[in-house]
C-alpha cells in the first residue's frame, strides 16, 4: 500500500510548503482575532510563491472553513435583499475574472492581488468611508466589480468591504452581511475555477496541508480576542496585511 508520501505529486513537498503554512497560520491569526483579512494575506502570498493560477485556487478553498463555520450563525441576521443585491451580479462576473487569471501574465495577477489589497488598507487606515446612498443599482455594480476581482485575483472584499461599512446596519447585520455575501463568492469562485480546471491535484494537495495551519491559526486567534482592545487587533491585521502586499510588489 502506498504511503502518504508517495500520493503527494512531486513538487509539493519544499521549503516553500513551510513558508506557505507560517503565511495561513498568520491569516488565520488575523481571522481569528479580527474577523477579516486571511484571504488578502493567503492570496498575494501564495500566489509569490506558487503562482496566480494554483495560488489563488488555495486560497479561496481554506477560506471555506471559517465560511461552514460562521455562515449557519449569519444567516437569521444577515440582510439577504442587500446580499443578492451585490451577490448576483457578482456570480455572473467570477468567470470572466477567472479567464483573465489564466490568461494574463503571472506576474501582472499577482502584483494586481496585492495592490488591491493595499488599497484597501490604505482606504480604511484613512478613515474614508462612502458616503453615498446604498441603492439597487449601485450595490449590483459594486457587486459586479467584486465578482470580477474575485475572479480574477482571488480578493473581491475591498469594494464591498468599504461599501457595506458606509451603512447604518447594527454590527451584528454588519458581520451578517460580509459573511453571507463572501460565502456566495467563494461558491461562485469554487464552480469557476473547477470549471476551467485550476483544481489539479497539486492544488488540492496544497490546500490540504494548509487546512491544519488556517484551522490553528483561526482558533488561536479567536482565544486572542479577549485580551487586547478592537482598535489594538485592527491595527495589527492592517499592519500584516499592508507589509505582505508591499512585499508581493516589489518582490
Do not use: C
Not at 124 to 146: F, M
Not at 195 to 218: A, E, K, Y
Not at 219 to 235: D, H, I, M, Q
Request: avoid cysteine; aromatic fraction near 10%.
Amino acid at each position: 500500500m502506498d504511503s502518504l508520501f508517495d500520493l503527494v505529486p512531486s513538487g509539493v513537498w519544499g521549503l516553500d510548503l513551510a513558508v506557505a503554512a507560517a503565511a495561513v497560520l498568520a491569516a488565520g491569526l488575523i481571522r481569528g482575532f479580527s474577523g477579516f483579512g486571511s484571504a488578502m494575506i493567503n492570496a498575494p502570498v501564495l500566489s509569490l510563491l506558487w503562482g496566480p493560477t494554483i495560488g489563488v485556487p488555495v486560497a479561496a478553498l481554506v477560506e471555506f472553513v471559517p465560511a461552514i463555520q460562521l455562515t449557519p450563525r449569519a444567516i437569521p441576521h444577515a440582510n439577504w435583499r442587500t446580499v443578492w443585491l451585490m451577490g448576483i451580479p457578482a456570480l455572473i462576473l467570477i468567470p470572466a475574472g477567472s479567464f483573465l487569471l489564466v490568461s494574463l501574465p503571472d506576474d501582472v495577477v499577482r502584483r494586481a492581488v496585492a495592490a488591491a489589497v493595499l488599497i484597501l488598507v490604505v482606504t480604511l487606515w484613512s478613515g474614508w468611508r462612502y458616503k453615498g446612498q446604498r441603492t439597487p443599482l449601485i450595490s449590483t455594480g459594486v457587486g459586479a466589480v467584486s465578482g470580477l476581482l474575485s475572479g480574477a485575483t482571488g480578493i473581491g472584499g475591498p469594494p464591498v468591504i468599504l461599501y457595506l461599512m458606509a451603512g447604518n446596519d447594527q454590527p451584528i447585520v454588519l458581520r451578517a452581511n460580509m459573511i453571507g455575501y463572501f460565502t456566495i463568492v467563494l461558491i461562485g469562485m469554487a464552480i469557476s475555477f473547477g470549471i476551467i480546471g485550476l483544481f489539479g491535484s497539486t492544488v488540492l494537495w496544497r490546500t490540504g496541508f494548509m487546512m491544519v495551519p488556517f484551522i490553528v491559526g483561526i482558533f488561536v486567534g479567536a482565544k486572542l480576542f479577549p485580551f487586547a482592545s478592537e482598535r489594538t487587533f485592527r491595527n495589527i491585521a492592517l499592519t500584516v496585511l499592508a507589509v505582505s502586499a508591499t512585499y508581493v510588489i516589489l518582490a
